[in-house]
């Protein structure tokens, strides 16, 4: 489904997405305005072609086709019987709706259709099987391959990580630079001016004879600061995009998870020969699918304490203590799940993350925003609500930024272009 319109509770409020692609930020300073879009999203959906309206509308075959209305459940039914999951399931996958167990739900059944389009393409159509010729490719191999791939990802994300930094020392040190020029420049016109009757930046008494002496070291100073302030500006200026070996690392790294998606499509565990089975398999490839994802954009931290934290979250704990680990699992397993989606091949024109991005260690932020637009490139939109000030971390991750903001007419939606070195031909 390919998301065309948001609406919130008005006919006024319409968010217009048709021609929108990539990664997309809704940016919200209160949570309440965001809410209301999801509100009125989830309701649309939720009364399964009884919904009076205004609402959500996506792309049909005819034009715009609004959410919650017999035509929108005509695109959706042959959707879902294609790949075996139930109508909640797919609103965990498209938007998020329901709690854990239904996330975990939906995950479950993409991993088994997964494995039943790679069975039926393979070797003959053995449930839930797709045999090795030998043994090299097989699960030994996979872990071996996942760990090169998860160390090419912890370099990239250090490569981006130190890139962040220093710019943002650039930019730190050139405001240094540009606070001391006016500071010396005002201080050498004022001794200019005043002359000899000039105070002393000290003690506050006359400079008298030795107002000359003053003035001129000052003026070496500001000229040395000046110097040094344009050598700070060209290097900030040079830190706006990222480092050739950044962008080879990313390039490495990507292209390491895509051989461990292709291998682990052909390694299926030795007791997935029943029906239980396979969903016993698919929940276990599920789940280490998600702590895969989990390490990757916490570079590690959350390792040793995932089974626990997994554990916690499928019982319901949300916010509070570990809030932030707890965010992270939520981004994994919905990144998961389009992922297995995509394998599938799902159609997903589209999908909305409504987890709080703000909620997570700052130092998580980045690796989630790269593999957010890493994301974006496979499915045609991807939705995000942010706060202002995660957009603003790395605004070069997004595609536009739609700002909600309140003015003395109301609620209005103003559009900002970002991305790096983009050309928007419309």
């Known amino acids: 489904m390919r998301l065309q319109t948001l609406m919130g509770n008005t006919r006024r409020s319409g968010i217009d997405l048709r021609d929108e692609r990539g990664l997309i930020a809704l940016v919200a300073a209160d949570e309440a305005d965001w809410r209301e879009y999801m509100d009125v999203l989830h309701d649309a959906f939720g009364r ?50 329901g709690a854990v167990r239904v996330w975990l739900s939906a995950a479950g059944s993409l991993e088994q259709q997964r494995r039943r389009t790679r069975s039926q393409s393979g070797t003959g159509g053995e449930p839930g099987r797709v045999a090795a010729a030998d043994g090299s490719r097989g699960e030994e191999d996979l872990r071996e391959l996942e760990k090169r791939a998860a160390a090419a990802q912890a370099a990239a994300e250090a490569g981006i990580l130190a890139w962040v930094r220093e710019k943002q020392d650039a930019e730190t040190r050139l405001s240094l630079y540009r606070d001391r020029e006016r500071e010396l420049r005002e201080r050498v016109r004022q001794i200019e001016k005043d002359g000899e009757d000039a105070a002393c930046s000290g003690c506050g008494r006359p400079l008298g004879e030795h107002a000359d002496a003053v003035c001129t070291v000052r003026r070496e100073e500001w000229e040395v600061v000046v110097q040094d302030g344009r050598w700070w500006r060209r290097r900030r200026d040079q830190l706006q995009s990222r480092p050739r070996r950044a962008r080879q690392l990313e390039r490495r790294a990507a292209a390491l998870r895509a051989e461990v998606a292709a291998m682990s499509a052909t390694v299926v565990p030795e007791d997935a020969g029943t029906v239980t089975e396979v969903a016993a398999a698919a929940r276990r490839s599920v789940g280490r699918a998600i702590h895969r994802k989990a390490v990757a954009l916490t570079g590690g931290r959350i390792a040793g304490a995932f089974p626990g934290l997994f554990r916690d979250w499928m019982e319901g704990a949300r916010g509070g203590a570990g809030g932030e680990e707890i965010a992270v699992l939520e981004l994994a397993t919905r990144i998961a799940m389009v992922e297995l989606a995509l394998e599938c091949g799902t159609a997903l024109g589209s999908a909305v993350f409504s987890t709080g991005l703000e909620q997570l260690n700052s130092e998580d932020i980045p690796r989630v925003l790269v593999e957010l637009a890493d994301l974006a490139r496979r499915v045609p939109l991807l939705v995000v609500k942010v706060t202002p000030q995660v957009a603003a971390a790395a605004p070069e991750c997004f595609d536009l930024l739609l700002r909600l903001e309140h003015s003395p007419t109301g609620r209005r939606v103003r559009r900002q272009e970002s991305g790096l070195g983009l050309i928007r031909l419309r």
């Open 48 to 97: 399964a072609g009884d919904f009076p309206g205004p609402g959500p509308a996506v792309s049909g075959p005819k034009g715009p086709v609004r959410i919650g209305t017999p035509g929108f459940e005509a695109l959706l039914a042959p959707l879902l019987a294609a790949h075996g999951i139930r109508r909640e399931e797919y609103a965990a996958l498209w938007f998020g709706a």
